[in-house]
Nanobody, 125 residues
Framework: VQLQASGGGLVQVGGSLRLACAGPRRSFERYVMAWFRQAPGKEREFVGG???????IYADSVKGRFAVSRDNDKKTVYLQMNSLKPEDTAVYYCAADWAISSTLPTSMESQYDFWGQGTLVTVSS
């Protein structure tokens, strides 16, 4: 299973960007989807995720600014990023977890079965 993240780029402080991740082609609706990021010199961290029933979970650092959504018909998960800050600069990864319907996205990387290659977001001040 391959995940393909896209939409990264250079944006100014306060700007917006939307990332997309093409998810598993088969049974996409059965996956919990999540976004992680890794800033230069730092460990990878959880950003947010969405369950099969569309429950959204976010890291405190992005609450109120970022939003995760999914389109099961297009087999795609999105990360809408608003009010971007320089500390949001990172490589963003999407991840997929084949899960039962009640499973929520968490920050545990071991939860996720498949990972995308990452897309770079740079926020300039």
């Amino acid at each position: 299973v391959q995940l393909q993240a896209s939409g990264g780029g250079l944006v100014q402080v306060g700007g917006s960007l939307r990332l997309a991740c093409a998810g598993p082609r088969r049974s996409f609706e059965r996956y919990v989807m999540a976004w992680f990021r890794q800033a230069p010199g730092k460990e990878r961290e959880f950003v947010g995720g969405i369950s099969r029933s569309r429950i959204e979970i976010y890291a405190d650092s992005v609450k109120g600014r970022f939003a995760v959504s999914r389109d099961n018909d297009k087999k795609t998960v999105y990360l809408q990023m608003n009010s971007l800050k320089p500390e949001d600069t990172a490589v963003y990864y999407c991840a997929a977890d084949w899960a039962i319907s009640s499973t929520l996205p968490t920050s545990m990387e071991s939860q996720y079965d498949f990972w995308g290659q990452g897309t770079l977001v740079t926020v300039s001040s």
